[in-house]
């Protein structure tokens, strides 16, 4: 089945700071990319997504191009914020033929301090 | 607008004992799921639904027991608890539209179990 690795966390980081989240995968084809964020004491929801080699997802400052020449769909902001702690996950199906059996990075946690 | 609900937010149990987390949507999807998160392991899949009556093993199955008799409603059970079922549960749906793996999971609030 199809993996992903990420890299370990914690990253702390002063405000306004340029944030990068590394993640790659390896797959059968070429499967919908995700990222996740989970903050403190909720649900894990979903911050950006790609469907393609090439796209760019995007959404509240945050972006992340499917490279399929790298297998990589690296995360990056290019100011965060302190509400920008949590702890973000990088995600792919479990196969291309599965709707809703994914697989989930081991999660890199974010420490924005002021 | 509640999306996925899952009862209770916290729990405590003894070793042995038995216990169902709930989990609800209200969105129509077709899949639900049930993931443990444990530190430094992401989220590991449970159990999981492809519908109504149809129901499978994930990654991480023994010793939890799931069924489906609703689209809405996917409840998880430990059957004798254990330490090692320490952790936080998360419920998550899914809609079957469009290619496969293109639909985000919509995921609930979790359910942090404690084992003593």
């Known amino acids: 089945g199809n993996s992903v690795t990420q890299m370990e966390g914690p990253v702390t980081l002063s405000e306004e700071a340029f944030l990068t989240i590394n993640c790659t995968y390896t797959a059968t084809g070429y499967p919908s990319l995700f990222w996740y964020v989970q903050y403190p004491g909720e649900g894990l929801q979903l911050l950006l997504k790609?469907?393609?080699?090439?796209d760019k997802g995007s959404n509240k400052g945050f972006e992340a191009t499917y490279r399929k020449e790298t297998t990589s769909f690296h995360l990056e902001k290019g100011s965060v914020q302190v509400s920008d702690s949590a702890v973000y996950f990088c995600?792919?199906?479990?196969?291309?033929?599965?709707?809703?059996?994914?697989?989930f990075g081991a999660g890199t946690q974010v420490v924005v301090t002021p | 607008n509640a999306g996925v609900t899952q009862t209770p937010k916290f729990q405590v149990l003894k070793t042995g004992q038995s216990m169902t987390l709930q989990c609800a949507q209200d969105?129509?999807?077709?899949?639900m799921s049930w993931y443990r998160q444990d530190p430094g392991m992401g989220l590991r899949l449970i159990h999981y639904s492809v519908g109504a009556g149809i129901t499978d093993q994930g990654e991480v199955p023994n010793g939890y027991n799931v069924s489906r008799s609703t689209t809405e409603d996917f409840p998880l059970r430990l059957l004798s608890a254990a330490p090692s079922q320490t952790s936080v549960y998360f419920c998550?749906?899914?809609?079957?539209?469009?290619?496969?793996?293109?639909?985000?999971?919509?995921f609930g609030d979790g359910t942090r179990l404690s084992i003593l």
């Open positions: 790609a469907t393609k080699a090439d």
């Open positions: 995600a792919l199906p479990m196969t291309t033929d599965s709707w809703g059996k994914f697989q």
């Open positions: 969105m129509n999807h077709e899949y």
């Open positions: 998550a749906s899914s809609s079957f539209s469009g290619p496969p793996g293109g639909q985000p999971q919509h």
